[in-house]
């Protein structure tokens, strides 16, 4: 030990003994009460075991408010697709009753269309009164008109429009055949009347158009069908033709 080392210890212990009796009184009890190693440590010790309890119980809470987080999600998402469906099942009855409600609509146009023909085409027989009944019958054709415009108006606010089928090739998702007509000048499979129009409700089919189709000539018809006979007919004469042969081989 060197020199400076043993004069800063005994000035410490100079110091010390120069001390008050009070403040060596004050020392010794300080140092009575302070907590001696291994109360300390036991101290830490029970401080972590209930650190480590009281994160248990935290990390259980968590788990419960995590279960409880994903049953309310899942009884949200299963309201969600109640509503949804409820939703749709509404639409669909909406729709269905907006439907039923044009096509009833189209059955009155329907009759107003026939009776403004039969009122338009009307001609009274018989000298007496004829000039009376024609104006009576203009006048009803141009009330039946009227009320038919306004009610093709009504239809055409609602998103229903005609169905073009007069001059169109038939299409059987949206057109009944319901004749079939001849006419050389058409190609065959066009649409050369209609009797009763079809409608699109948007661009939906809302009543497919009853029309007369434009079949082949007869002659061409009789053709054909005389050409499938004969081809049946040669088929047994072929094969008999064959078998023969094979057997005189």
Same mark, same amino acid.
């Not at 403004?116 to 006048?139: M, N, V």
């Not at 415009?149 to 319901?178: N, S």
């Not at 065959?188 to 939906?204: H, K, M, S």
């Given at each position: 030990?060197?020199?400076?080392?043993?004069?800063?210890?005994?000035?410490?212990?100079?110091?010390?003994?120069?001390?008050?009796?009070?403040?060596?009184?004050?020392?010794?009890?300080?140092?009575?009460?302070?907590?001696?190693?291994?109360?300390?440590?036991?101290?830490?010790?029970?401080?972590?075991?209930?650190?480590?309890?009281?994160?248990?119980?935290?990390?259980?809470?968590?788990?419960?408010?995590?279960?409880?987080?994903?049953?309310?999600?899942?009884?949200?998402?299963?309201?969600?697709?109640?509503?949804?469906?409820?939703?749709?099942?509404?639409?669909?009855?909406?729709?269905?009753?907006?439907?039923?409600?044009?096509?009833?609509?189209?059955?009155?146009?329907?009759?107003?269309?026939?009776?403004?023909?039969?009122?338009?085409?009307?001609?009274?027989?018989?000298?007496?009164?004829?000039?009376?009944?024609?104006?009576?019958?203009?006048? #009803?054709?141009?009330?039946?008109? #009227?009320?038919?415009?306004?009610?093709?108006?009504?239809?055409?606010?609602?998103?229903?429009?005609?169905?073009?089928?007069?001059?169109?090739?038939?299409?059987?998702?949206?057109?009944?055949?319901?004749?079939?007509?001849?006419?050389?000048?058409?190609?065959?499979?066009?649409?050369?009347?209609?009797?009763?129009?079809?409608?699109?409700?948007?661009?939906?089919?809302?009543?497919?158009?009853?029309?007369?189709?434009?079949?082949?000539?007869?002659?061409?018809?009789? #053709?054909?069908?005389?050409?499938?006979? *004969?081809?049946?007919?040669?088929?047994?004469?072929?094969?008999?033709? *064959?078998?023969?042969?094979?057997?005189?081989?």
């Amino acid at each position: 030990m060197d020199s400076t080392t043993k004069d800063a210890l005994a000035e410490r212990f100079r110091l010390y003994l120069d001390q008050p009796p009070e403040a060596l009184v004050a020392a010794e009890q300080a140092l009575a009460d302070a907590p001696d190693l291994l109360s300390l440590l036991a101290e830490l010790t029970a401080l972590k075991n209930e650190v480590k309890v009281e994160s248990r119980q935290v990390k259980t809470a968590l788990d419960e408010f995590r279960g409880l987080f994903e049953t309310l999600q899942s009884v949200q998402s299963r309201l969600e697709q109640e509503q949804q469906r409820r939703r749709e099942q509404e639409r669909s009855a909406r729709a269905r009753q907006h439907k039923e409600l044009l096509l009833d609509l189209l059955e009155l146009r329907d009759r107003l269309h026939a009776g403004h023909g039969s009122a338009a085409g009307y001609r009274p027989k018989g000298l007496f009164g004829r000039r009376q009944a024609r104006r009576f019958a203009a006048a #009803m054709a141009e009330g039946l008109a #009227m009320n038919l415009r306004r009610l093709d108006e009504t239809l055409a606010r609602r998103g229903v429009r005609l169905l073009p089928a007069l001059g169109e090739p038939f299409d059987p998702h949206r057109m009944h055949a319901a004749e079939l007509g001849f006419d050389p000048e058409l190609p065959v499979g066009q649409v050369i009347a209609e009797r009763r129009p079809g409608f699109l409700l948007d661009d939906e089919l809302l009543r497919a158009a009853e029309v007369v189709v434009n079949r082949p000539e007869p002659a061409q018809v009789a #053709m054909a069908t005389k050409t499938a006979k *004969t081809a049946k007919t040669a088929d047994p004469v072929i094969q008999t033709s *064959t078998d023969s042969s094979e057997h005189s081989s």
